[in-house]
């Protein structure tokens, strides 16, 4: 059974730094795209980053410059450092590859002073 685990959010104030986490079972990353994503109330999820099996490198110009995806295949998961966190990157933050399968819980980012 595929799961995505995501870990890392809480509360930062503004210009502040998190680190999410994924925890992958069920499928081996080695080959896949995997990605971030994001979801605030009302709104459509949308693709934050990604990341080829090659390492090759997505992001939404929204972020270019202060998130960083990574993934260490070895321990099957997938990273997403945040920097000079902005109100507006206030959501909860998905992880999973591309094309997506089932969704897990999500970890909220909340950017706020």
């Known amino acids: 059974q595929v799961q995505f685990v995501e870990s890392g959010g809480g509360l930062v104030q503004p210009g502040g730094s998190l680190r999410l986490s994924c925890a992958v079972s069920?499928?081996?990353?080695?080959?896949?795209?995997m990605a971030w994503y994001r979801q605030t109330p009302g709104k459509e999820r949308e693709l934050v980053a990604h990341?080829?099996?090659?390492?090759?490198?997505y992001y939404t110009d929204s972020v270019k410059g202060r998130f960083t995806i990574s993934r260490d295949n070895a321990k099957i998961t997938v990273y997403l450092q945040m920097n000079s966190l902005k109100p507006e990157d206030t959501a909860v933050y998905y992880c999973?590859?591309?094309?997506?399968?089932?969704w897990g819980q999500g970890s909220q980012v909340t950017v706020s002073s």
């Open positions: 999973n590859r591309i094309p997506p399968l089932t």
């Open positions: 990341i080829t099996s090659g390492g090759s490198t």
């Open positions: 069920g499928f081996r990353i080695n080959f896949s795209t």
